[in-house]
């Protein structure tokens, strides 16, 4: 356990997360919503041991948090004017949007069908965090089907010896996963988990326009 709630103290804390990304090792970090394991995205078996910390399969790949928004353009390909307004008005913060893949990247992060889940996340230990080590596959601290936790000791709890190295930063500020939105769909956008940033706020930023039609009330008790 590692603590990383302020700058002028956490370089060695931080400089233990880097190493361990480094070797393809797990890690626990905060952000701005709940606490997050993850690991290097490029490294396909530092991703299946996320998965496998979790309790998770290859069915639910993990998103991926950006040091910047400009990273979004490296990973990501074809990614609507809609789906960008978004970013830009909502991040750094609690916002994932899933896009378009792209092909050329040579990595692994489970059964994505050709996307990725990107988000920024709106926290200086993470942020710092990221700019050393560049994109992380990172998911909720959890194992599959408990709460997510919203402090390192929750994570500690749960996920035990799985992960080398737990950054400490304090309780979540937010305590609630992000809001999810599938920016895939040629129909528009589509909010797949409500979370941090609200449905209507999302309709603020990109116009109603941008999102496509809800199913009907019979379609959706299907």
Same mark, same amino acid.
């Given at each position: ?8 103290t956490w370089g060695p804390s931080l400089d233990a997360a880097v190493d361990a990304v480094s070797r393809g090792a797990v890690i626990v970090l905060p952000t701005d919503t709940v606490y997050g394991v993850g690991a ?5 078996? /530092?991703?299946? %041991?996320?998965? *496998?910390?979790?309790?998770? !399969? ?9 040091? @910047? $928004? ?78 997510? /936790?919203?402090? %390192?000791?929750? *994570?500690?709890?749960?996920? !035990? ?9 304090? @309780? $979540? ?50």
């Open positions: 356990m590692y603590p990383c709630s302020d700058p002028a290097d995205a490029f490294n396909a078996d /530092a991703v299946a %041991a996320v998965l *496998a910390a979790k309790g998770r !399969g290859r069915q639910m790949p993990p998103p991926v948090l950006i040091p @910047d $928004a400009r990273t979004v353009d490296g990973l990501g390909y074809e990614v609507p004017a809609s789906a960008r307004a978004l970013m830009e008005a909502c991040w750094p913060g609690a916002l994932t949007v899933i896009v378009q893949a792209q092909p050329s990247l040579a990595w692994d992060l489970g059964d994505t069908h050709g996307t990725v889940a990107l988000r920024m996340p709106d926290h200086p230990a993470a942020l710092a965090l990221l700019k050393r080590t560049g994109p992380l596959a990172v998911t909720s601290a959890n194992k599959t089907g408990q709460p997510a /936790a919203t402090t %390192a000791s929750d *994570a500690l709890e749960q996920l !035990g010896d799985a992960v080398a190295v737990y950054l400490d930063g304090g @309780d $979540a500020p937010l305590g609630t996963a992000s809001t999810i939105v599938d920016a895939t769909d040629p129909e528009g956008l589509r909010v797949v988990r409500d979370g941090g940033i609200s449905r209507e706020r999302l309709v603020e930023i990109a116009g109603a326009d941008a999102f496509a039609p809800e199913p009907d009330a019979q379609e959706s008790d299907g």
